[in-house]
């Protein structure tokens, strides 16, 4: 995982996951099928998913198999922690199902508003998928072809 310090978030996701994780995939697709990542590189290099938020510290790792619950409520291990967005750990929760997922995020709302989440919580998914599609293939390539096709433009 690089953990090169960025000055956006579109820099942080283009240059620290999405180009690493496709590096990692090559032969998964055709020239025509990396122009849409190519287009999503482009978009998130030209700032159009940055907001003015500072970057968050994050689990980095945040799927519902590293949420265990006890009796006094949520417990988290195998931290990948790092600074990043904070709509990370929700969108992996999201990604894999998480229990009690819509607690989670209204509780995480109450403190801290998420408009518009819905909207780039995939966005905040690819990374992770394109990982799977490295070390599980499978579909996890063509969920990613379509993650970002939906953010390319």
């Not at 417990?75 to 790092?82: E, K, Q, S």
């Not at 509780?107 to 905040?124: A, I, M, T």
């Given at each position: 995982?690089?953990?090169?310090?960025?000055?956006?978030?579109?820099?942080?996701?283009?240059?620290?996951?999405?180009?690493p994780a496709l590096a990692k995939v090559e032969g998964s697709y055709s020239a025509r099928q990396l122009r849409v990542f190519d287009a999503l590189i482009d978009r998130l290099l030209a700032g159009d998913f940055d907001t003015q938020e500072a970057p968050a510290r994050v689990h980095g790792d945040l799927w519902w198999g590293n949420?265990?619950?006890?009796a006094g409520g949520?417990?988290?291990?195998?931290?990948?922690?790092?600074g990043g967005h904070r709509e990370e750990d929700l969108a992996l929760l999201a990604l894999f199902g998480a229990s009690h997922f819509g607690e989670i995020l209204r509780?995480?709302?109450?403190?801290?508003?998420?408009?518009?989440?819905?909207?780039?919580?995939?966005?905040?998914?690819l990374y992770a998928v394109l990982m799977h599609a490295v070390l599980f293939g499978g579909g996890y390539a063509d969920r990613a072809l379509e993650i970002a096709g939906k953010y390319a433009g």
């Open positions: 995982m690089d953990l090169t310090p960025r000055a956006s978030f579109g820099e942080y996701w283009a240059k620290g996951r999405i180009l949420v265990m619950w006890d949520a417990v988290l291990i195998d931290p990948a922690a790092h509780g995480y709302e109450s403190v801290h508003p998420l408009p518009g989440f819905e909207e780039r919580c995939e966005l905040h998914q």
